[in-house]
């Protein structure tokens, strides 16, 4: 595909001789790990099986990440759209964070990894909640990279059901209209806690935020790639913060 998201500044080949300058690495890397289905259809496979391998990928990710001296990285994993699958598949995905942490919490918590998860837990089964809760609590002391897991999220959801509760605060007086600002939405998200991301990466060619953090990313960069998220390398995470480097944000300013 010819596109100008992905061949002007952003495929560069000097990018991956040029050292990253340490001193301007995106704070919180948001990415939207996507293509797991055809990586799998490429290979003539199931695709449960592109799902098994991209999992594969998200702790060389972390570890990548935490070297270069990011702080936080959210990855969406689960949308409140993705309920529309094939139930086996929805099954299949709702049994990954539990494999994920089953195998991956010992390294977490060696690499000193806070995990987190973002979306709405209600509609999630009972087991998936309970091995996230686990690594959750057993990683809660821990000052290393924060991993934000977003599960079962939904940016028009997280909306919906903030302004519902502030609708509510206000009916009971315990805000004033007058005193929401940016800042008190900020914190009303399910994101609250987490600057908003500096960078956000999309997998698998695909332009589109697919209702991920719509408030978050007003001023985030965007990074496209063709890659699919089961073939996601370190140096295509350099590469994404090369180009993130090379970009000038301006915040409305000069
Ligand atoms: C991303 O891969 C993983 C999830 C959405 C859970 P997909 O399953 O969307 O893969 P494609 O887009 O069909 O290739
Ligand atoms: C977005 O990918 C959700 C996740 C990666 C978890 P989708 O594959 O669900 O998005 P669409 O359907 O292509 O927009
Ligand atoms: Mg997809």
Redesign the pocket.
Known sequence: MIDRFFHTEDVNSENNNTPLDPHNIPTHIAII???????AKNKGLP?IA??RE?MKVINKVVEKADELGVKYLTLY???TE?WKRPKTEVDF?MKLPERFLSKELPKLQKNNVKVRIMGDESLLPSHTVQAVRKAVEETSDNTGLLLNFALNYGSRHELVQMMKKTGEDIASGSINPEDIDEEMVSKRLLSNGLPDPDLLIRT?G?IRLSNFMLWQLAYSEFWFTEV??PDFKDKDLIEAIHTFQQRKRRYGGV
């Open positions: 790990m996507d293509g797991n289905g055809r990586w695709r592109g799902h991209g994993a689960f949308s993705n995905l698998s695909e699919l998220w």
